[in-house]
């Protein structure tokens, strides 16, 4: 359990105030033991944590990190509002700060703001404390900025452990991965057909897939977009919030259970 994981997670990039790399994590099996308390299932069983959410509905949701970018971001939104398409954006405080406009168009557009800390350390590796920081300082900033306070939450690289849970839920976050069986692999700029293959390979619905809106170097993300859209439209997908995609699965629990009563 504890190497896939590490397989899945992706490596530092961005500053990190107190956090080690995944990369390092990832190297020895106690320090990832320590960042994954508990298999999957299990916050799966709890729905603290979702990887995705398997609905009825031909739907996908597709999300953005490390943002915002104001030459990336930009180019995503103008390609997401040619095909109709919600994202979510989890999105660095820090550079919430530094660019407000390109969050205000985002919640202005209708995608979802979510928190993805402030300076995008590798929580594991930080104190209660500046857990709570991180968090908190992204949420005011995001609240202030987009006008909405954002409700959910993805930890850099895909780390948590129990302190990250108890402060997410502290303020009112689900924690959100991404669907692992999408290595899209972005921010690694893998190749363009690389990003393709991890998006539109075993599509099922209700799948979270991952991209980045900021990548260290010339980004391929765009490119595989331009490809993606149009083929998952095609197929009858339709692009939404993964606050959506809960509603979703909220309408359809009350059906479900109808169903195994007759
Ligand atoms: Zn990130």
Known sequence: MNTRWG???????AAAVC?????????????????????????????????????????????????????DTSQILDLLQQY???????IMGRKAKEH??????EALEGHEIANHTYT?????????????????????ILAETAG???????????????RVLEATKAHGLKTV?????????????????????????DVRNGDIILFHDYVHGP???????????PKLTEDGYRFVTVSELLRDKAQENPAERMGAQQ
């Open 7 to 13: 397989r899945w997670a992706k490596r530092s990039r």
């Open 19 to 71: 956090g080690l790399s995944a990369f390092l994590l990832a190297a020895g099996a106690s320090d990832a033991a320590q960042a994954v308390p508990k298999p999957r299932s299990y916050y799966e069983s709890t729905g603290e944590v979702i990887w995705e959410v398997p609905v009825g509905e031909k739907v996908i949701a597709l999300t953005f990190d490390d943002g915002p970018d104001p030459k």
């Open 84 to 90: 109709h398409a919600k994202a979510t954006f989890f």
């Open 100 to 105: 407000p406009e390109i969050v205000k168009r």
């Open 120 to 140: 995008h350390p590798v929580l594991v590796r930080c104190s209660a404390k500046q857990i709570q920081e991180e968090i908190s300082k992204t949420q005011n």
């Open 148 to 162: 909405v306070r954002p409700v959910l939450f993805r930890p850099p690289e895909g780390f948590f452990d129990a």
């Open 177 to 201: 991965l991404w669907s692992w069986h999408h290595p899209t692999d972005d921010w690694s700029r893998p190749g363009v057909g690389h990003i393709v293959r991890g998006a539109l390979g």
């Open 219 to 229: 980004t391929q993300t765009i490119a595989a977009l331009r490809q993606i859209l």
